[in-house]
């Protein structure tokens, strides 16, 4: 992706990290499920201006042009979740410089929510104070991208789909790896030295016991954005119509992105009879 017009791309080596061993995080296991489930791999040019970073639990590739993540991947075990107090004290990762990740300026005085990539209660499990760090993870800049307040929040949107899948493995206890990201394309619109993404994409794996499955979503945010409305103070969100979130086939999130993902494609469970993509009204219409 190019910068926007008179910003200047920082170089990865800028970016580069501290030895791992300078902080001590699990980040994200492939093999957690007992199958692998590979988190999906950018290509070349996105890859070289990217960063990743290992959190507890979860995994984040910063896209060091956009400054928000490209990727990122959780491990939720739903049979050790755990119950963490909420601190909204966003804060940059101190391994990367500030003016690659897209901060508090992104969101001041707008209808902007710093929207988490990796949600904050998916990696919050284990022992009480492992599950603490996760939390106080998730809310990194670079775990951030701009969402429209009505699509953050919107129980029949993002967070809808987001509660449906951290439930479902809760109450069954389930161990799931979770995949995210934004649809990055050059027309996003642009605002205050970023472009804002207008679509977003989830991936969920698990184990059948007899091996990977996996089912995917798109959810868009577009109606909800308009840059030359964004500084005012803003009333209800207009209609979004009934169908903004969409069950997809995998295969159609790897066109979409650029992203490469065969293990996640071929572990695909949507019915091989359904064809293009599913308009969700509730989450009673998820196929699994």
Do not use: C
């Not at 996105?46 to 990727?71: N, P």
């Not at 804060?91 to 897209?102: C, G, K, M, S, W």
Request: charged share 25%; no cysteine; hydrophobic share 40%.
């Amino acid at each position: 992706m190019e910068p926007d017009e008179g910003t200047t791309a920082p170089t990865v080596a800028d970016a580069a990290p501290p030895p791992s061993e300078a902080r001590e995080a699990t980040g994200f296991d492939p093999e957690f499920l007992g199958v692998a489930a590979m988190m999906p791999r950018m290509g070349d040019a996105q890859a070289a201006a990217s960063v990743q970073l290992a959190y507890e639990h979860f995994t984040v590739m910063l896209d060091t042009v956009r400054r928000f993540a490209g990727v990122t991947a959780v491990n939720i075990d739903g049979a050790r979740l755990v119950k963490v107090p909420r601190d909204d004290r966003w804060v940059f990762d101190e391994r990367i410089p500030p003016e690659l990740q897209a901060g508090p300026e992104i969101y001041a005085d707008n209808d902007l929510d710093r929207g988490h990539l990796v949600r904050r209660n998916d990696p919050v499990w284990g022992e009480p104070a492992v599950a603490a760090r996760a939390n106080t993870d998730t809310f990194m800049f670079t775990n951030a991208a701009p969402q429209a307040s009505g699509f953050n929040q919107s129980r029949e949107l993002w967070l809808g789909l987001e509660d449906h899948v951290l439930e479902h493995a809760r109450v069954h206890e389930l161990k799931l790896s979770v995949f995210t990201g934004p649809v990055l394309t050059d027309d996003d619109p642009p605002y205050r030295g970023i472009r804002i993404p207008l679509k977003f994409w989830k991936i969920a794996a698990w184990n059948t016991g007899e091996g990977l499955a996996t089912t995917g979503f798109v959810v868009d945010q577009s109606p909800l954005v308009d840059v030359d409305e964004l500084p005012r103070a803003l009333g209800a969100p207009p209609p979004l119509g009934p169908f903004r979130t969409f069950q997809v086939r995998i295969r159609d999130i790897a066109e979409l992105t650029g992203l490469t993902m065969p293990e996640l494609i071929d572990a695909e469970h949507l019915p091989r009879s359904v064809t293009g993509w599913r308009p969700l009204q509730s989450t009673a219409d998820i196929l699994v």
